[in-house]
């Protein structure tokens, strides 16, 4: 945790899948060129039986930055019944060998309905106890790193910002495995604009502020998935917004993490270049050089 300010990172990907690891290391540093600084924090996603770290990790320690792992989920019973107790062992053997300090978010955005290890899909039937599942699960898997004395691994527990669907049992204060099994409160939250039947233009700070007022005298806080289109607003004005609020208004947000990727909508920070210049001059107020 920086002692001041915020550390930036990106998830960077120009080619929008897969290719190899060259291909991503340059989008990571077609970035840095383009904002004029190297990214404090490197953004990875690896599948539940995905091995890591890799040798994207090494570079990023190599060149200075720190990896931030999204290591996907899977249904939550076989993760409780020991099922994959020797993969899980062998991953936290893998962190502790690479020996610097790596975020790990396991199974995020688990208060949505989209994942194999969220609630709706994890509730037994007739029955809402798909969070106390995960919170189950989250504590097996860190006991297992404990074990294996895996201490370099930095657990980022991130709900999205939303509840989906927004009912009491699904409130992502359920899905909280614990101040001991817990370092950083991570949250995700992207501006669609106007592009969906149920989406508005929205700024950051009122999409974290509930998160951040639950958590955020407690732990740091991070921003570990953000973006926002062009499409319902100035995009450009969106991201000097980010840069004032997270100043003025959240001093225990102490990392962002831009997904800057075209997925669903063009979320990169070229999509213009009034877009660019913004978060360019984001990146380099010394407040986001922790």
């Known amino acids: 945790?920086?002692?001041q300010g915020v550390l930036l990172g990106a998830w960077a990907d120009n080619v929008g899948h897969w290719v190899d690891d060259?291909?991503?290391e340059a989008a990571v540093t077609r970035l840095e060129g383009q904002i004029g600084r190297r990214l404090a924090l490197d953004h990875h996603y690896y599948a539940w039986t995905d091995s890591f770290p890799t040798a994207l990790e090494q570079w990023d320690v190599a060149n200075g930055r720190i990896p931030?792992?999204?290591w996907g989920g899977t249904a939550l019973d076989p993760i409780l019944n020991g099922s994959y107790d020797q993969m899980i062992r062998a991953r936290a053997d893998a962190v502790r060998a690479f020996g610097s300090p790596v975020f790990v978010r396991w199974a995020w955005e688990m208060n949505g309905?989209?994942?194999p290890y969220d609630g709706t899909h994890s509730n037994h039937p007739g029955q809402t106890d798909g969070p106390a599942l995960y919170v189950r699960a989250w504590r097996h898997i860190h006991d297992i790193f404990a074990q294996e004395g895996a201490r370099n691994a930095v657990w980022v527990w991130c709900?999205?910002?939303a509840d989906v669907p927004a009912q009491s049992w699904n409130h992502w204060s359920n899905y909280y495995p614990g101040d001991a099994y817990v370092d950083w409160v991570a949250v995700d939250a992207y501006n669609w604009g106007n592009t969906q039947s149920w989406s508005s233009w929205s700024d950051l700070a009122p999409m974290i502020t509930p998160m951040y007022s639950d958590y955020a005298a407690r732990k740091p806080i991070m921003v570990a998935e953000t973006a926002s289109t062009e499409h319902g607003g100035n995009k450009a004005g969106w991201l000097r917004a980010v840069q004032t609020a997270l100043k003025s208004t959240f001093p225990s947000v102490a990392a962002l993490v831009y997904f800057d990727q075209a997925k669903e909508l063009d979320w990169q920070v070229d999509s213009?270049?009034?877009?660019l210049s913004a978060f360019k001059a984001?990146?380099?107020d010394?407040?986001?050089r922790a």
């Open 1 to 3: 945790m920086p002692k």
């Open 22 to 24: 060259a291909t991503a």
């Open 68 to 70: 931030l792992i999204s």
């Open 113 to 115: 309905n989209w994942s």
């Open 159 to 161: 709900p999205n910002a």
């Open 272 to 275: 213009s270049s009034s877009s």
């Open 282 to 284: 984001l990146a380099n």
């Open 286 to 288: 010394r407040y986001f």
